[in-house]
């Protein structure tokens, strides 16, 4: 099933140059918005340091999961086991396909904004589903992959934020800090 997904989309791939330029910046230059977005919240106050803090430390607890599921699993890259359609060169990367950092990390970050900024979040959720899609479109990873990735991204953003009050007073320290010395 996750192979006949993986082809009904991956299909595409070089069929509507448009859509394979877009695909292709939304895998490699989302990330880019949004540490942007997220060194704006900061520099606007408090609340939005926190929220931006939030989103830090899902960021950096996912990536810490998805090295060791790394580590301890690994599944083949749908171009190691099959001809399928890559937009850029066969990647010298060839680890594990299971999780998607890309997905992982964008899910952990949109959730957790989502929690405090909705529509904010929302827009970051979707661009967060379209860096999945693209990894699949670009031929890196299977359906199955980005949906894991997103719901460990999502579950550990979720568990951060209903965790706040044992952050708030490391989150608290750090912005008091901050403004200390750059304010």
Known sequence: MDDKIFRVINQFTGRYHLVD????????KLRYVFAFL???????????????????ISALITL????????????????SKHWVNLLAPVPSKKDSTFPSK???????????????????????SLLAFLAGLSRIWMGQH???????????GSIVALWVNFLSNFWDPIIT??????????S
């Open 38 to 56: 997220l060194v704006i919240m900061w520099l606007q106050n408090n609340f939005h340091k926190r929220i931006t803090s939030f989103a830090g």
């Open 21 to 28: 330029i877009f695909m292709i910046m939304i895998s490699k």
């Open 64 to 79: 810490l999961i998805t090295s060791v599921i790394k580590f301890i699993y690994f599944k083949p890259r749908p171009f």
């Open 173 to 182: 320290r750090v912005i008091h800090t901050y403004n200390r010395y750059y």
């Open 102 to 124: 890309h997905t992982t990390i964008a899910f952990a970050i949109a959730i957790s904004v989502f929690f405090y900024k909705r529509t904010l979040g929302c827009i970051m």
């Open 142 to 152: 299977y359906p199955s992959d980005i949906i894991g990735s997103a719901l460990i």
